[in-house]
């Protein structure tokens, strides 16, 4: 069983470097991290580097969550609009007068109901998660303008403490970073030291194979979407006592392909099988230096985004010629 | 006798048939019978950017009222952000000939030629809050540049050094290539041209979402410990600045100065610090300007888009000292409103 997971191509073209992307991408942040700690004033300031993880830590859950489920060759193009729908429902509840320990069982309630029903699709219809999921995505934003909630933008209300104390600080460290860490160690635990956690690994690396074996496969594919569901409503919660609104619009921004980008640079292939949370949180760091020291430059949004596209790019160009995908290496569901 | 019951009858009848609309009989002041069969009957139809915020749904209520009043059809295709959806609505409705309709443009070029189509295909047209390059028979909504020259001198009073500030702001815009983003700019960077003193530390984009303006804000907050004021562009997108400020513990060090259509959270906003100034332009009275515009388009018989106007907001200045209790309004307001 300790060989699955770490799958590596057996034969590069370049000389054998022992070079991941992972640690690719390692590198390209230290580079980055070095040039803006001496060309930017402020960078290193232990400040600056807090509310630079702080920043990225939304993200960084949301590509755990995701990291999850691609591993086990899923994708969850639902994730934003599950996040956005449950918590602004929750927080609409709250505004109607709703008690809190309900509006969060409700709102929870909600996300997991939309992660096993997604799991139905995928495990037992047998839809491919890429469709079952984009479908879901609009379903789901669909349904909660619908019945849910009638606002695109939902205000928390002035009397809920609680809610604002979970972005608060513990000893200077914003906790939004102690969610993340906490969030991507149970991940961890989850993924490397139990059964089930080796199966999504198997699944990922070959599904029939899994089958075969007597894996339960199509109960852990609902376990894989039901896990993402809920870290996503944690991950909507944190965002709501940040900012004290909710802003449904997100559910069809294009924030679903950050998470992506963050998973896939980390190098968690999208074909499933390798990987891990360290991947997410190498990738969701190099976003957070990039974005972080592009700020303080003060570049224009369109420069910003090209330079976030450029680093995927060059990436996934170093990655390929160092890792070479060849017929051994190469998967059935490969996209 | 008998003419006289029948005449009780056919009056019983007419008030049953027309109750909540338009009244039947009406005194003949000249203007006031035009005025009633102008609108009765007509079809008018509302083309939102979305009605799931709050300006289009203050407007539509202000309509609905309207409506019922004076008897006139309204309905509402919402596109729900989407532009290619609003699009095709409108070369749907342009063969459907409503009697008029009011077109709420995502920007000044997507719907241009479609609402000179319109016009000539004989449809009155009132756009509102921001206008197309194609003009209409009435433009009812903001200046954006009006609101730009706002908050820059609110910035520029709080923060000159000469008022005891730093002299340093930053800006927090939303979309750069969105047209009240570089309309309000240019007016942003118009004012500061001639205040040297005032230096602009950073401008950067959040895209219109919170989280954006949050994560920007709070590095900018740090990068720059004697920032003096904030000026962001629209109030949702900066409850993120307003998070970040107050995460940095400088409610009171760093001002912040936005604009909105002055619902009642931004004056609970402008109540407990978060905001420092509001540009606010009052959706509640463009409701009353719409509904105006729509009853004096309609009366008129001159041919869509021959004699275009316009009515720009009235915009106001609100802060924690010049609010008052009737500054914001909710949506209860509106619909109890008359229009």
Same mark, same amino acid.
């Given at each position: 069983?300790?060989?699955?997971?770490?799958?590596?191509?057996?034969?590069?073209?370049?000389?054998? /470097?022992?070079?991941?992307?992972?640690?690719?991408?390692?590198?390209?942040?230290?580079?980055?991290?070095?040039?803006?700690?001496?060309?930017?004033?402020?960078?290193?300031?232990?400040?600056?580097?807090?509310?630079?993880?702080?920043?990225?830590?939304? /993200?960084?859950?949301?590509?755990?969550?995701?990291?999850?489920?691609?591993?086990?060759?899923?994708?969850?193009?639902?994730?934003?609009?599950?996040?956005?729908?449950?918590?602004?429902?929750?927080?609409?509840?709250?505004?109607?007068?709703?008690?809190?320990?309900?509006?969060?069982?409700?709102?929870?309630?909600?996300?997991?109901?939309?992660?096993?029903?997604?799991?139905?699709?995928?495990?037992?219809?047998?839809?491919?998660?890429?469709?079952?999921?984009?479908?879901?995505?609009?379903?789901?934003?669909?349904?909660?303008?619908?019945?849910?909630?009638?606002?695109?933008?939902?205000?928390?209300?002035?009397?809920?403490?609680? /809610?604002?104390?979970?972005?608060?600080?513990?000893?200077?460290?914003?906790?939004?970073?102690?969610?993340?860490?906490?969030?991507?160690?149970?991940?961890?635990?989850?993924?490397?030291?139990?059964?089930?956690?080796?199966? &999504?690994?198997?699944?990922?690396?070959?599904?029939?194979?899994?089958?075969?074996?007597?894996?339960?496969?199509?109960?852990?594919?609902?376990?894989?979407?039901?896990?993402?569901?809920?870290?996503?409503?944690?991950?909507?919660?944190?965002?709501?006592?940040?900012?004290?609104?909710?802003?449904?619009?997100?559910?069809?921004?294009?924030?679903?392909?950050?998470?992506?980008?963050?998973?896939?640079?980390?190098?968690?292939?999208?074909?499933?099988?390798?990987?891990?949370?360290?991947?997410?949180?190498?990738?969701?760091? +190099?976003?957070?230096? /990039?974005?972080?020291?592009?700020? &303080?430059?003060?570049?224009?949004?369109? +420069?910003?985004?090209?330079?976030?596209?450029?680093?995927?790019?060059?990436?996934? &160009?170093?990655?390929?010629?160092?890792?070479?995908?060849?017929?051994?290496?190469?998967?059935?569901?490969?996209? | 006798?008998?003419?006289?019951?029948?005449?009780?009858?056919?009056?019983? #009848?007419?008030? =049953?048939?027309?109750?909540?609309?338009?009244?039947?009989?009406?005194?003949?002041? !000249?203007?006031?019978?035009?005025? $009633?069969?102008?609108? *009765?009957?007509?079809?008018?139809?509302?083309?939102?950017?979305?009605?799931?915020?709050?300006?289009?749904?203050?407007?539509?209520?202000?309509?609905?009222?309207?409506?019922?009043?004076? !008897?006139?059809?309204?309905?509402?295709?919402?596109?729900?952000?989407?532009?290619?959806?609003?699009?095709?609505?409108?070369?749907?409705?342009?063969?459907?000939?409503?009697?008029?309709?009011?077109?709420?443009?995502?920007? @000044?070029?997507? $719907?241009?030629?479609?609402?000179?189509?319109?016009?000539?295909?004989?449809? *009155?047209?009132?756009?509102?809050?921001? *206008?197309?390059?194609? #003009?209409?028979?009435?433009?009812?909504?903001?200046?954006?540049?009006?609101?730009?020259?706002?908050?820059?001198?609110?910035?520029?009073?709080?923060?000159?050094? %000469?008022?005891? !500030?730093?002299? *340093?702001?930053?800006?927090?815009?939303?979309?750069? #290539?969105?047209?009240?983003?570089?309309?309000?700019?240019?007016?942003?960077?118009?004012?500061?041209?001639?205040?040297? %003193?005032? %230096?602009?530390?950073?401008?950067?984009?959040?895209?219109?979402?919170? =989280?954006?303006?949050?994560?920007?804000?709070? #590095?900018?907050?740090?990068?720059?410990?004697?920032?003096?004021? $904030?000026?962001?562009?629209?109030?949702? @997108?900066?409850?993120?600045?307003?998070?970040?400020?107050? %995460?940095?513990?400088?409610?009171?060090?760093?001002?912040?100065?936005?604009?909105?259509? !002055?619902?009642?959270?931004?004056?609970?906003?402008?109540?407990?610090?978060?905001?420092?100034?509001?540009?606010?332009?009052?959706?509640?009275?463009?409701?009353?300007?719409?509904?105006?515009?729509?009853?004096?388009? @309609?009366?008129?018989?001159?041919?869509?888009?021959?004699?275009?106007?316009?009515?720009?907001?009235?915009?106001?200045?609100?802060?924690?000292?010049? @609010?008052?209790?009737?500054?914001?309004?909710?949506?209860?307001?509106?619909?109890?409103?008359?229009?």
């Amino acid at each position: 069983m300790t060989e699955i997971g770490t799958t590596k191509a057996t034969k590069p073209v370049w000389p054998r /470097l022992g070079l991941t992307q992972e640690t690719i991408v390692l590198f390209i942040a230290i580079a980055f991290f070095a040039v803006f700690g001496v060309t930017l004033p402020g960078f290193l300031a232990s400040d600056n580097l807090l509310s630079l993880l702080q920043n990225v830590s939304v /993200l960084g859950i949301l590509g755990v969550a995701m990291g999850i489920v691609v591993i086990g060759r899923g994708i969850d193009l639902a994730m934003v609009a599950t996040m956005a729908m449950s918590t602004a429902w929750t927080i609409s509840l709250m505004n109607a007068g709703t008690g809190a320990l309900t509006a969060v069982g409700l709102g929870l309630g909600f996300a997991a109901v939309i992660g096993i029903v997604m799991g139905i699709l995928i495990a037992y219809v047998e839809i491919p998660a890429i469709f079952a999921t984009l479908a879901m995505s609009t379903v789901i934003y669909g349904f909660g303008r619908l019945a849910l909630v009638d606002l695109d933008v939902i205000y928390v209300p002035e009397d809920a403490a609680w /809610l604002r104390a979970i972005s608060g600080t513990i000893g200077g460290v914003p906790l939004p970073v102690i969610w993340f860490g906490l969030v991507a160690l149970l991940a961890y635990a989850f993924l490397r030291f139990t059964r089930r956690g080796r199966y &999504i690994f198997a699944m990922g690396d070959n599904y029939e194979a899994a089958r075969i074996t007597g894996i339960p496969v199509r109960p852990m594919t609902v376990v894989q979407y039901l896990l993402s569901s809920v870290i996503a409503y944690g991950a909507g919660i944190i965002t709501a006592s940040l900012l004290a609104t909710v802003n449904i619009r997100v559910a069809q921004s294009t924030m679903v392909y950050d998470v992506i980008l963050v998973v896939v640079l980390g190098g968690i292939g999208l074909s499933g099988g390798k990987g891990g949370v360290r991947n997410v949180i190498v990738g969701t760091v +190099l976003i957070g230096i /990039l974005l972080n020291g592009m700020t &303080i430059m003060d570049l224009s949004f369109t +420069l910003q985004n090209l330079v976030k596209g450029a680093v995927l790019l060059v990436a996934i &160009i170093v990655d390929s010629l160092v890792n070479p995908r060849d017929e051994q290496t190469a998967q059935q569901g490969d996209i | 006798m008998k003419s006289f019951l029948t005449g009780v009858l056919a009056a019983l #009848t007419l008030t =049953t048939a027309t109750a909540g609309m338009a009244p039947a009989k009406q005194f003949d002041d !000249g203007l006031a019978p035009h005025y $009633y069969s102008a609108l *009765k009957g007509k079809k008018v139809v509302f083309l939102p950017l979305a009605m799931s915020f709050d300006l289009p749904q203050v407007w539509a209520q202000g309509m609905e009222t309207q409506a019922e009043r004076l !008897g006139y059809e309204l309905s509402i295709r919402d596109p729900n952000w989407s532009s290619d959806a609003g699009a095709q609505a409108l070369t749907t409705l342009i063969s459907e000939k409503p009697d008029l309709m009011v077109v709420h443009n995502p920007d @000044m070029q997507v $719907y241009a030629r479609l609402l000179a189509r319109a016009q000539k295909a004989g449809i *009155k047209v009132i756009q509102i809050n921001l *206008k197309s390059v194609a #003009t209409t028979d009435a433009y009812v909504g903001v200046n954006w540049y009006e609101v730009g020259e706002h908050q820059a001198r609110m910035a520029i009073s709080a923060c000159s050094p %000469e008022a005891g !500030g730093s002299g *340093k702001i930053a800006i927090m815009q939303g979309t750069p #290539t969105n047209p009240n983003n570089a309309i309000t700019m240019s007016a942003i960077e118009d004012v500061l041209a001639d205040h040297p %003193e005032i %230096e602009v530390v950073s401008s950067q984009s959040a895209d219109w979402d919170a =989280t954006k303006a949050h994560s920007v804000a709070s #590095t900018v907050i740090k990068q720059n410990p004697d920032l003096c004021a $904030y000026v962001g562009l629209w109030e949702v @997108m900066d409850a993120g600045v307003a998070a970040a400020i107050r %995460e940095a513990d400088k409610v009171d060090a760093i001002k912040l100065f936005t604009n909105g259509g !002055g619902q009642k959270p931004a004056c609970d906003s402008l109540a407990n610090g978060a905001f420092t100034g509001y540009v606010s332009y009052d959706a509640f009275g463009q409701a009353r300007d719409l509904t105006n515009a729509i009853a004096q388009v @309609m009366q008129s018989d001159l041919k869509p888009g021959e004699a275009p106007y316009a009515l720009y907001t009235p915009i106001r200045d609100l802060t924690k000292d010049t @609010m008052r209790d009737d500054s914001c309004w909710t949506m209860d307001d509106v619909a109890k409103a008359p229009f």
